[in-house]
Nanobody, 127 residues
Framework: QVQLAESGGGSVQPGGSLRLSCETS????????LGWFRQAPGKEREGVAV????????YYADSAKGRFTISRDNANNTLYLQMNGLKVEDTGIYYC????????????????????WGQGTQVTVSS
């Protein structure tokens, strides 16, 4: 059974940084897509960053490129999202998600492709 638990959210000023963590269990690290998604108030959930555990390949939304870094620590079964240069529009609930199996193209960052989700952690960026 896949279980995901996020932590590390909080409130920061624009330009600040946060590191989100997601403790995972039941994940086969050699054959899984692990990702971070977010949902802003009144908006649909969207993909932020995904890492393919078998190859280490990473995928980012355009809004995250150059500012966010996704990584995983297999020894500790933990997924991370380092967020730098945070903007007000990064505010939202951030979710960790997993899918066992291969994804290609636009499906990689599509929330509908992921059956396993954590409970989410709030990130608020404001001055």
């Amino acid at each position: 059974q896949v279980q995901l638990a996020e932590s590390g959210g909080g409130s920061v000023q624009p330009g600040g940084s946060l590191r989100l963590s997601c403790e995972t269990s039941g994940v086969a690290y050699h054959a899984t897509n692990l990702g971070w998604f977010r949902q802003a108030p009144g908006k649909e959930r969207e993909g932020v960053a995904v890492i393919r555990t078998g190859t280490g390949s990473t995928y980012y939304a355009d809004s995250a490129k150059g500012r966010f870094t996704i990584s995983r620590d297999n020894a500790n079964n933990t997924l991370y999202l380092q967020m730098n240069g945070l903007k007000v529009e990064d505010t939202g609930i951030y979710y960790c998600a997993a899918r066992i199996g291969h994804l290609v193209g636009t499906n990689v960052l599509n929330p509908a492709s992921y059956p396993h989700w954590g409970q989410g952690t709030q990130v608020t960026v404001s001055s």
